[in-house]
């Protein structure tokens, strides 16, 4: 258990769904992460918020799009997405930004798109 | 060029062997190492982290960094099968997190 918990575990969805992914964590980090991970390719980050303000988006295709409402919560809401977009996605957690690389996983959403 | 890099593996290693993992980095300027285990289905979980050059033990792990070489790599002593798992190399480049694919090390019994 890292403290940081993701629903769903994994998910199916046709490419013109909408469905979305939540993040919840409960260490009190000021600064969460959404990375893609494929198979034999390194993390991707795509985007990162520090105290619910969005300090970037690595050239993320507009079908993903996160949301923060809160430090402890964020989702990715998934729409029209390509069966290319089939990954692991992470939700991470760290305290502070920048030089920290101390970084608290969850278990991950294994995302299918048919 | 990738700008972190890890030979996938898999790397077989008898059990009570020593395992070693390499990773090259393309960024100079990288000034903080770190080496991620990720099990099958689970999240990446630090196990090390190293930002001098030199060498750095924690318990059956061990760091090795040389930045003149820009390389890290990570040795497990007296592996276990609980060992087998894939390692993330994560390098710290001007305060960005880059991840290699990782290697995946199976330890045989």
């Known amino acids: 258990e890292t403290g940081v918990t993701q629903t769903p575990r994994h998910l199916v969805m046709g490419m013109t769904n909408k469905k979305s992914l939540k993040c919840e964590q409960h260490?009190?980090?000021?600064?969460m992460y959404w990375y893609k991970q494929s198979a034999k390719k390194p993390l991707e980050l795509m985007f990162v918020y520090s105290l619910e303000e969005r300090v970037e988006n690595n050239s993320v295709p507009s079908r993903f799009s996160p949301e923060c409402p809160n430090s402890s919560h964020l989702f990715l809401h998934l729409h029209t997405l390509q069966p290319e977009d089939s990954a692991l996605y992470l939700c991470a957690s760290s305290q502070g930004l920048g030089n920290t690389g101390e970084l608290f996983f969850g278990e991950g959403s294994r995302l299918t798109v048919l | 060029q990738k700008e972190v890099e890890q030979n996938s593996g898999p790397l077989s290693v008898p059990e009570g062997a020593i395992a070693s993992l390499n990773c090259t980095y393309s960024?100079?300027?990288?000034?903080?190492f770190f080496w991620y285990r990720q099990y099958s289905g689970k999240s990446p979980e630090l196990i090390m982290f190293?930002?001098?050059?030199g060498d750095k033990e924690d318990g059956r792990f061990t760091a090795q960094l040389n930045k003149a070489s820009q390389y890290v790599s990570l040795l497990i002593r007296d592996s276990q099968p609980s060992d087998s798992a894939t390692y993330l190399c994560a390098v710290n480049s001007w305060g960005k997190l880059q991840f290699g694919a990782g290697t995946q090390v199976v330890v045989t019994p």
């Open positions: 960024d100079r300027g990288s000034q903080s």
């Open positions: 260490l009190g980090h000021n600064a």
């Open positions: 190293i930002y001098s050059n």
